[in-house]
């Protein structure tokens, strides 16, 4: 994808130093998105450069993202337009599975240890717009911001990435009952049942956005890579697989300061018949 497809699927991409701003543009349809939009967003992805610490994901307009485009579900409205979900009806399985794959990528990318994604949500977050906020690694809220699972009720499943970090911020029952009623999450249970970590005051979510991002970015980028990459998946591994990879992650720290700071006293050890 060029990036004049990128604008046109709906995005707009900002990248200056160590920060790169995604924003989902299409307020017009309250950010809703298509699978255009998340080819779009896995491009972004692979794109972005060694330099890039952390990612922010926003939307312009009323709020985040009303999820899917409905109209994509619609086989009069998306005939012979661009890539549609109704599409898939006609697939086989083998070609339907390959096709959400590649649609999950558009959300995976934000998991990298590479980075550190901050999801900025005001207003509603539905669906693939709520998964897409659960594919960040932390969420910012706005007061007004609202939190809905829709799948449900239109006789699908989240398969946007969405289901396991969903489980690992509220716990198996919550998710559960957010997703099988389709009901909507406010800012202030959001925060309450750790599916956020912060609501900014009104008025101040920038404020509290670049207070945050100015955070993220004070570690050396390596500490922050290797604690992202430990902390992911911490719970699954047995202590002594979460003991071994303490250890040979902080090897690596410890060369990487030694040659920042020669001057320190530390050399690396001479290897045995050298």
């Given amino acids: 994808m060029t990036p004049d497809d990128i604008a046109a699927a709906g995005l707009l991409v ?25 080819r779009a967003l896995a491009q972004v992805g692979a794109d972005l450069g060694p330099e890039v610490r952390v990612v922010v994901v926003r939307g312009s307009g009323a709020g985040f993202s009303a999820g899917l485009d409905r109209r994509l579900l619609d086989p009069a409205s998306a005939s012979g337009g661009p890539e549609s979900v109704i599409d898939m009806f006609a697939m086989s399985e083998t070609d339907m599975t390959a096709t959400i794959e590649a649609y999950q990528r558009g959300f995976t990318f934000l998991r990298d240890p590479q980075w550190v994604s901050v999801a900025v949500v005001h207003g509603h977050a539905v669906g693939a717009g709520f998964q897409l906020a659960l594919s960040c690694d ?38 559960l009952e957010i997703c099988a009623t389709s009901r909507t999450v406010g800012a202030e249970e959001a925060l309450r049942i750790g599916l956020v970590q912060e609501v900014a005051p009104a008025g101040q979510l920038d404020q509290r956005l670049h207070a945050l991002v100015a955070g993220l970015l004070g570690p050396l980028p390596g500490a922050v890579r290797e604690t992202k990459a430990l902390l992911q998946g911490a719970l699954e591994r047995s202590l002594e697989d979460q003991r071994r990879l303490e250890r040979e992650a902080q090897v690596r720290r410890f060369r990487e300061l030694a040659a920042l700071v020669p001057s320190a006293g530390v050399v690396a050890p001479v290897r045995s018949g050298t």
């Fill in 14 to 38: 900002e990248v200056t130093g160590p920060l790169a701003t995604l924003t989902l543009h299409r307020p017009e349809v309250r950010n809703a998105q298509t699978p255009t939009m998340w």
């Fill in 138 to 175: 932390l969420r910012l809220a706005a007061p007004d911001a609202a939190f809905c699972m829709k799948e449900s009720a239109l006789g699908m499943v989240p398969d946007l990435t969405g289901t396991q970090p969903l489980v690992a911020a509220v716990g198996y029952a919550r998710a």
